[in-house]
């Protein structure tokens, strides 16, 4: 059948009487720690999911169970830090007060199987992981080329060619994923709340900051042979094997400096949120480098986000790629990329000017030049002669008869990777390339606070599952801070 459809107001009306019958006056006590929990429920609206799911549910067969109050019960299972469903499924029957706000009656609460019939309808795939169980094995990674450092991309030239692949098939039909329905509600229900509160910053330009981070899964790869080669004494069998963690791999993990098996999980958040508001995640190979799981994860962030506009994106040095570059200036995003060490030489310009790499021109006597302003009109920095000041010039030769110097012009096209829009090493460059932290202490809240990999899944469609529930409670964390002064519920409840 299909559910049961309930307004939230109907839920609070649930929780008040609940609570009042359960704890008011009772022998059960509630405390601070339990009002926390009961405010970001209170103002976390999920009367839509019902609506949202009623076409992953038949019009025969038993009542389900109301999906407002499965996703709410795994929310608040997160939100206690519970890190298994069979223990939650305990904790529901031994804590009334969990059962309450989940929107069970204490007694009749759903059991662990209910909850694993519940997690496909988020899910719009058949299987439960994106790639076949049976693939051959790969080499293990390479290390860091030094302390910290992140392993080398596996041949030269591999962004570039991607990019240019991806910008020769814009137009071509995104690729359904199937955690897109997940994203879709999270979009809907969770996103579109933050930016109303003002919580994700303009989105008319809207800036978001990426970063990559390791998800440990398991301590070895599960394979088993899919053939009888050993047996028959053949060494180097090059057939498929099976295994129960297919979107996985090894990974080196440069803050570790070890390696890893699971995924490399690519974050982005929106840079201007007060709160580090994660906005999309997508689980990647672990022994993919960021600056390919940065170019799936825009494409695919680009053709789902619906609720502005995406005007800039803050990245590591890692992500320093001409192809990179390229790719955000052609869809009129500016990137705010940090230099690569390695790439720090000038480079020549036009005539006897060579460019550094903070993209200052330097003319032939080994003099940098001064910055005067940005022309709109052809979209280029305007230069003029360092060693003049006013119509003085102490240059002892200088290369041109103008009272005010020598002038220069940078365009944006001629190399985006140094000729930024934003003057790189600028003042105003420096305060936005700041803010890409914001990816570090969301995936730091995700990976320690949530403690995202302390779950034991085995397919991706659980593991998207918890990523998502775990931005939900980071999104719902940050509008209990908004509200919290105009909250009063244990005078409201008990009283």
Not at 48 to 77: E, H, V, W
Not at 163 to 171: A, D, F, I, P, T
Not at 378 to 391: A, D, F, P
């Amino acid at each position: 059948m299909l559910p049961t459809t309930h307004s939230h107001e109907t839920y609070l009306d649930f929780v008040t009487s609940q609570i009042r019958l359960h704890y008011v006056g009772g022998i059960l006590m509630l405390v601070p720690a339990d009002w926390l929990l009961i405010e970001k429920l209170w103002i976390t609206d999920l009367s839509g999911t019902a609506d949202f799911l009623k076409d992953q549910y038949g019009i025969r067969g038993p009542k389900p169970i109301n999906p407002d109050c499965m996703l709410r019960s795994y929310l608040l299972m997160i939100l206690t830090k519970q890190i298994s469903i069979t223990k939650w499924v305990d904790d529901l029957r031994r804590v009334p007060l969990y059962a309450i706000l989940s929107g069970f009656e204490p007694g009749n609460t759903p059991g662990i199987g209910t909850f694993y019939d519940f997690f496909p309808r988020l899910w719009d795939a058949d299987s439960k992981n994106i790639h076949s169980h049976e693939k051959r094995r790969k080499r293990k990674p390479k290390k860091g080329a030094k302390k910290g450092g992140k392993a080398p991309t596996t041949s030269p030239g591999k962004v570039a060619r991607f990019v240019k692949w991806l910008l020769r098939h814009e137009n071509s039909k995104p690729t359904p994923q199937p955690f897109d329905r997940l994203f879709d509600f999270f979009q809907a229900e969770f996103l579109s709340n933050s930016a109303k509160l003002g919580l994700l910053g303009s989105l008319d330009s809207l800036s978001v900051a990426g970063d990559g981070t390791p998800v440990v899964t398991s301590s070895l790869l599960r394979s088993k042979s899919t053939c009888i080669c050993r047996a028959q004494g053949l060494e180097n069998c090059r057939h498929k094997r099976f295994f129960s963690q297919p979107d996985c791999d090894s990974g080196w993990d440069s803050s570790r400096e070890r390696f890893f098996n699971g995924y490399h999980l690519y974050m982005f958040t929106a840079s201007d949120s007060p709160h580090d508001l994660p906005v999309y995640p997508r689980f990647q190979p672990a022994s993919r480098h960021d600056s390919l799981s940065l170019i799936v994860s825009s494409i695919e962030f680009s053709q789902r986000f619906s609720l502005g506009t995406v005007s800039r994106v803050i990245l590591d040095a890692a992500h320093d790629a001409i192809g990179i570059y390229n790719l955000f200036t052609h869809h009129n995003v500016e990137p705010i990329i940090d230099l690569n060490s390695h790439t720090t030489k000038n480079i020549p310009l036009s005539g006897d000017f060579t460019l550094t790499p903070s993209g200052v021109p330097v003319c032939s006597a080994n003099v940098e030049m001064k910055s005067n302003g940005f022309d709109h009109t052809k979209n280029c920095h305007k230069w003029r002669c360092g060693l003049t000041s006013g119509t003085v010039n102490t240059c002892s030769s200088p290369c041109s008869n103008a009272k005010y110097g020598r002038t220069f012009l940078t365009y944006l096209g001629e190399n985006p990777r140094l000729i930024t829009k934003t003057k790189r090493g600028s003042k105003e460059w420096t305060l936005i390339y700041n803010r890409r932290t914001s990816a570090e202490r969301s995936n730091k809240r995700e990976k320690v606070d949530y403690k995202l990999e302390a779950a034991h899944h085995r397919s991706t469609m659980m593991w998207y599952m918890r990523i998502f529930a775990i931005m939900m409670c980071q999104h719902m964390d940050a509008w209990h801070i908004h509200h919290k002064e105009s909250l009063h519920l244990q005078s409201f409840i008990t009283g």
